[in-house]
């Protein structure tokens, strides 16, 4: 992750702290000696010969020095004792706590407090995820490996199986296995988005383009499932790391395909509102319930459908995390067995 250039301790805080220690001794050396000079000149004190003077303008300037540093040391160890205590608390698993920010005028503690705040966020972050994973990540992966388990014993402890059956089992084997290398690199692919806070953007994307490529992508399973597409999209151009947002249209042009009813249909429609590119993704499909639109963007969640069809439902979370990872939204609007809506927003190049 970058650390912006604000946020780092820099060169010249260096030089400041080098300035304050030279001037604390040295402005207590001028005012000394031009007193001990002044002293000697019109006091016509005796014993004050210049090898005493020298030796006082010493002592005296070493004396101030130290207690003008002291005191401004002082000013700086409270702060990090202050900081210790809560970084002793983050070291014992508070992940709540947080160092106060200071000024940003404060050139060491303000870069020191922003940072290891930020990395408390994302302590705190992989530790809820880490909890919810461990228990969905159980459930989700426990149902396809017991259903190889079974299979598998049943192949191994019946030799009279026919071979269709045999063949049949097989293929179940095969699929759920497939079910199962989904399942991972879409958790991976979501864990990994939890932990990144924006995303490489590397060329501005037409998005039009982009669409009308991933509609191409999807041919087959929309001729397989005798879906018509109607496309009406504007040319528009966003800042968007290009490959991630594929991900976008392809798990939604896939629910549409998938919870479509047989010869439905799928519109998209983009149009530029204000600073933002608009795509509206309807489908004929089974629709979803009030209940259930509360429910589709957490992790894991399935609708009945979908768990006789095999998703995994992770396919909206991905997706909404994307689009708030590049600044847009994604809603939608849908009516049990009329169909879907799903409407992205996507910020403008500007
Ligand atoms: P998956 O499709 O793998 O189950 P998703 O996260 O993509 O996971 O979707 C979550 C749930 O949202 C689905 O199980 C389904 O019930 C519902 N859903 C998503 N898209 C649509 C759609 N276009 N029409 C109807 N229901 C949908």
Not at 218 to 230: A, F, G, H
Request: charged share 25%.
């Amino acid at each position: 992750m970058k650390i912006k250039k604000e946020h780092q301790v820099s060169w010249s805080l260096t030089w400041r702290f080098a300035t304050i220690s030279f001037f604390s001794f040295f402005i207590p050396i001028i005012i000394v000696s031009a007193l001990g000079i002044i002293l000697y000149q019109f006091g016509k004190i005796e014993w004050l010969t210049p090898p005493v003077l020298l030796i006082i303008c010493m002592f005296t300037s070493l004396t101030l020095g130290l207690i003008v540093s002291a005191y401004i040391t002082n000013l700086q160890t409270r702060k990090a004792n202050e900081m210790t205590k809560v970084m002793k608390k983050v070291a014992n698993g508070d992940y709540t706590s947080k160092i106060p920010v200071p000024e940003k005028q404060d050139a060491l503690y303000y870069p020191i407090a922003i940072n290891f705040n930020k990395m408390v966020d994302e302590l705190n972050s992989t530790a809820i995820l880490q909890s919810d994973f461990a228990s969905n990540f159980s459930h989700e992966f426990k149902t396809p490996i017991m259903s190889i388990k079974g299979y598998a014993e049943i192949l191994q402890q019946v030799p009279t199986l026919s071979n269709e059956k045999k063949a049949e089992y097989l293929a179940i084997i095969i699929e759920e296995t497939k079910r199962l290398a989904e399942l991972a690199s879409s958790t991976l692919l979501i864990s990994k988005l939890d932990s990144i806070d924006h995303l490489e953007n590397e060329n501005p994307t037409k998005i039009d383009q982009q669409i009308e490529e991933c509609v191409i992508l999807l041919d087959n399973s929309l001729q397989k499932n005798n879906i018509i597409i109607d496309l009406d999209l504007t040319p528009g151009i966003c800042e968007v790391n290009n490959s991630m947002f594929k991900e976008v249209w392809i798990n939604l042009i896939t629910n549409a395909i998938r919870y479509n009813k047989k010869d439905g249909s799928i519109s998209i429609k983009s149009y530029i509102d204000k600073s933002n590119y608009i795509v509206e993704i309807k489908d004929t499909g089974i629709g979803i319930s009030d209940e259930d639109k509360d429910r589709i963007f957490e992790r894991y969640y399935q609708g009945e459908v979908s768990r006789i069809s095999k998703g995994n439902g992770l396919g909206l979370p991905i997706v909404k995390r994307i689009i708030e990872l590049e600044k847009g939204t994604i809603k939608v609007n849908s009516k049990l067995d009329e169909g879907s809506t799903f409407i992205v927003s996507i910020p403008l190049i500007k």
